[in-house]
């Protein structure tokens, strides 16, 4: 039920174009929907989870796909889909081992930092790479070549890096990573490396991109607190909310060292029930949702918003990606690579 805005409560809502799912997880989504429908009476396996969203994933429990984080955890012969993330050549191994039918959902962009790892691995380089330990994504790329790798997280340790020979050396980034951070890590890494072999753009992707610009742009149109929707595992959404604080810090905050910063990460509109004084006195609020978030969850929040007395929903659009799609991969079952 609307209630009447009682003049505390934000007017105006901005929501980011684009938001919420990206080509690659629409794919991968894809991918295991046609997996289980086309073996019906079979236990289907997801290495990792498919992309990080818990309501994603809940989802595909429910109808009875299982998640697991080893390939142990497969019975032999069992049918097994590789989430959006990649995989490692070991897990690949081990699938072949346990004769597995695997089906591959990586993301096409996740694919091409793998290639680059394994052509400079073959030429004897050192292949830097920007990313976050512990990360699917980090996990699968870093293990195409493991001896060959080194984890890149923050300033600190671009400065500190020291490596074998600086005339062999080569870069390449996780896709999901904050656009400003990575720039700062690979001016320090360039001054230092001026031989280095970096992608002419780093391979943060396209979503990503588009992601966080949106957010930055809806601080510019006068945004005063953004909400982004995303699940706690999303690089993409974490990325997202750091972008938002930082944005509205140098906007509204600069002069306030101690203020908390109104960039909220939120699985769900759950979250904000009872949240309430969170937005008193904003004259607008900006919402948006990370690449792995069906727009239902993002609607649900717009609705909690317009239930207080939002009356008015503007689109900020940076982008277009009504024409970005990833085809998925021929023929659902393959045995060898
Ligand atoms: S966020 Fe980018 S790299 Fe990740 S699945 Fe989406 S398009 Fe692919």
């Known amino acids: ?47 990792h989870q498919i992309v990080h969203n818990t309501h994603v994933v809940r989802k595909f429990e429910e109808s009875d796909v299982r998640f697991v984080d080893d390939i142990i955890e497969i019975p032999e012969g069992g049918t097994v889909v590789f989430s959006a993330h990649g995989v490692s050549p070991e897990v690949r191994r081990q699938t072949e081992h346990r004769k597995l039918n695997w089906v591959d959902a990586t993301c096409p962009l996740v694919e091409k930092p793998h290639r680059e790892v394994k052509k400079y691995a073959d030429q004897g380089y050192t292949i830097l790479y920007i990313g976050h330990a512990g990360h699917d994504e980090t996990m699968g790329t870093m293990g195409e070549a493991p001896d060959h790798m080194r984890l890149i997280e923050t300033v600190e340790d671009a400065r500190k890096i020291q490596v074998e020979n600086p005339e062999k050396l080569a870069l390449t980034t996780q896709t999901t990573l904050s656009l400003d951070d990575t720039a700062e890590i690979l001016a320090v890494l360039k001054e230092r490396f001026p031989k280095m072999i970096a992608p002419r753009s780093e391979d943060i992707c396209y979503a990503t991109q588009n992601r966080q610009d949106a957010v930055k742009e809806m601080v510019n149109r006068g945004a005063r607190a953004i909400v982004i929707v995303g699940s706690s595992n999303s690089s993409n959404a974490h990325r997202m909310r750091e972008v938002a604080e930082r944005a509205l810090k140098a906007a509204f905050f600069a002069e306030a060292s101690n203020q908390k910063i109104p960039a909220y990460l939120i699985d769900d509109v759950k979250e904000l029930f009872g949240q309430e004084s969170l937005f008193h006195s904003l004259p607008a609020v900006g919402l948006s949702s990370a690449a792995s978030v069906s727009e239902d969850k993002l609607q649900e929040v717009v609705t909690w918003f317009r239930e207080r007395g939002s009356e008015i929903v503007e689109e900020v659009v940076v982008a277009d990606e009504s024409k970005i799609h990833f085809a998925p991969p021929q023929g659902l079952r393959v045995s060898a690579r």
Request: hydrophobic fraction near 35%; charged fraction near 20%.
């Open 1 to 47: 039920m609307l209630q009447q805005n009682n003049g505390l409560w934000p007017k105006k809502i901005l929501m980011a174009s684009p938001r919420g799912f990206c080509a690659g997880v629409e794919r991968a989504i894809e991918v295991l929907e046609r997996v289980q429908n086309s073996n019906p009476q079979e236990q289907i396996y997801s290495y």
